[in-house]
């Protein structure tokens, strides 16, 4: 079959990803990892094209223009909460044409029986993108599914849940050569164009605002993920993002592979951690293996909140881990996470003077919002604060989503944007950025990264 693998167009640049959707903070857009890795699923059977309409900024005139030519028998999918009427309009449009429809997303995660019943035009909701269920579905044996939302020929709809949560799994390599090849861009990258990559599935750490935390947590085997490492590298490509959730979450594993990446030793590369898995063992093999950025999650400025949200780790360890890798020579990206209910303009202070005090390289701060199937969703409608029904949810802050008890959303917004001004404007920051560039192509690529940052924060 001819199976087009697609991230839809749209209005404005979205991040459709991992079971999350956002607009872009900046300027950043990285490879949508659930068709990334589905392509190699697909791909070991049938004929396969990718189409990224953000990475290639697609009207919707040229993407129908680039999916007739090709003339696929079906569509797999990226949707999100973010874009979802446009979704669904431009998806309906390509079902009335004869093509079979799948799709995975957020807005799909929860009551995905009956977004299927509301739209008629969608065949297939996955609900995890590391198994072989959508070679399944395009072969009919819907009995075989193991974690998706189904259609049958009667009509009916049904949620099936016979999946592994935990374990390992195995994908045939992706296809990174079917992505373009240009359109991607990445904050901590120290050159372009890169890869993203996947080794694990989904995550351990039970946080209850973050979704990915509810799909299970699954691991791939050193040997297959080296392989995957060895296909980009045979792409010319040396330049990767690891998007697991939490790298060296399985320590022993972690530090294998970052032997085999040493082993390789001319690789270049940016992974999460948290603040109290990045221990010096970790931290030096990682930086012998070519890694030189490292995303840790803060999330706030208050033990109290950090236990209430289930982030396992307090202030204190965030300290210690961010000294840590500092002392590896690594650069840091804080994340926090802002707006929640018990949020004010006091709390807000406090976690500008959190992160200036870690003396982090890269801030990166998150709206809160009320994730479908996350316990933080049933919190939000339970104070109120949203509703059953709310659907468009933008962490990136092109909106504020949420109000807090004590701020309204164009309050809490205003606040966010000063944060973000008042972190990066600091004349010694930005000596430290200029001086820290690797090569006058990562300055430039910080350059227009900040200065997209800063128009969607004035």
């Known amino acids: 079959m001819r199976v087009l693998l697609l991230n839809p167009p749209g209005e404005r640049v979205y991040i459709r990803d991992y079971l999350c959707s956002k607009t872009t903070k900046s300027n950043y857009l990285f490879h949508p990892i659930d068709l990334v890795v589905m392509s190699g699923t697909v791909a070991a059977e049938h004929q396969v094209q990718v189409l990224d309409c953000m990475a290639e900024s697609l009207s919707i005139e040229a993407a129908n223009a680039r999916i007739d030519a090709f003339a696929p028998d079906a569509i797999v999918s990226l949707v999100g909460a973010v874009s979802w009427p446009e979704d669904k309009h431009f998806l309906s449009t390509q079902a009335a044409r004869g093509r079979r429809i799948a799709a995975i997303g957020d807005v799909l995660h929860e009551h995905s029986e009956k977004r299927l019943a509301e739209e008629p035009w969608l065949e297939l909701a996955l609900h995890d993108f590391s198994n072989a269920d959508v070679v399944r579905w395009l072969a009919r044996d819907l009995e075989a599914l193991e974690e998706a939302t189904v259609r049958r020929a009667d009509g009916s709809?049904?949620?099936?849940?016979?999946?592994?949560?935990?374990?390992?799994?195995?994908?045939?390599?992706?296809?990174?050569?079917?992505?373009?090849?240009?359109?991607?861009?990445?904050?901590?990258?120290?050159?372009?164009?890169?890869?993203?990559?996947?080794?694990?599935?989904?995550?351990?750490?039970?946080?209850?605002?973050?979704?990915?935390?509810?799909?299970?947590?699954?691991?791939?085997?050193?040997?297959?993920?080296?392989?995957?490492?060895?296909?980009?590298?045979?792409?010319?490509?040396?330049?990767?993002?690891?998007?697991?959730?939490?790298?060296?979450?399985?320590?022993?594993?972690?530090?294998?592979?970052?032997?085999?990446?040493?082993?390789?030793?001319?690789?270049?590369?940016?992974?999460?951690?948290?603040?109290?898995?990045?221990?010096?063992?970790?931290?030096?093999?990682?930086?012998?293996?070519?890694?030189?950025?490292?995303?840790?999650?803060?999330?706030?400025?208050?033990?109290?909140?950090?236990?209430?949200?289930?982030?396992?780790?307090?202030?204190?360890?965030?300290?210690d881990g961010f000294r840590r890798v500092k002392r590896h020579g690594l650069r840091t990206v804080g994340t926090f996470i802002v707006g929640l209910p018990e949020e004010d303009a006091a709390s807000l202070r406090r976690t500008l003077e959190l992160a200036v005090e870690l003396d982090l390289d890269f801030l990166s701060l998150n709206m809160a919002v009320p994730r479908f199937g996350t316990a933080f969703r049933r919190q939000a409608i339970e104070l109120g604060l949203c509703d059953e029904d709310d659907l468009v949810m933008d962490q990136g802050g092109a909106d504020a989503f949420l109000p807090t008890k004590h701020l309204e959303r164009a309050e809490m917004l205003q606040l966010k944007k000063e944060m973000v001004r008042r972190f990066y404007l600091r004349p010694g920051y930005l000596m430290r950025r200029l001086r820290g560039a690797a090569n006058p192509g990562e300055l430039a690529r910080q350059a227009r990264e900040g200065l997209s940052l800063l128009r969607r924060n004035l």
């Open 157 to 319: 709809i049904e949620r099936v849940k016979r999946g592994a949560k935990r374990g390992s799994f195995r994908v045939p390599t992706p296809r990174h050569e079917l992505f373009p090849s240009h359109g991607y861009h990445f904050s901590f990258a120290r050159r372009e164009p890169f890869a993203t990559l996947l080794t694990d599935y989904g995550c351990p750490y039970p946080c209850t605002f973050c979704v990915i935390g509810t799909l299970g947590f699954k691991t791939r085997s050193v040997e297959d993920a080296l392989a995957e490492v060895d296909h980009v590298r045979s792409l010319v490509l040396r330049e990767l993002f690891f998007l697991d959730q939490t790298f060296g979450v399985v320590k022993k594993r972690a530090l294998e592979l970052c032997r085999g990446l040493e082993e390789r030793g001319d690789l270049s590369w940016t992974a999460f951690t948290r603040p109290d898995t990045a221990d010096d063992e970790l931290l030096a093999a990682m930086k012998r293996a070519g890694c030189h950025t490292v995303i840790l999650g803060v999330e706030s400025a208050d033990d109290a909140r950090l236990a209430a949200y289930k982030k396992g780790y307090s202030v204190d360890a965030v300290r």
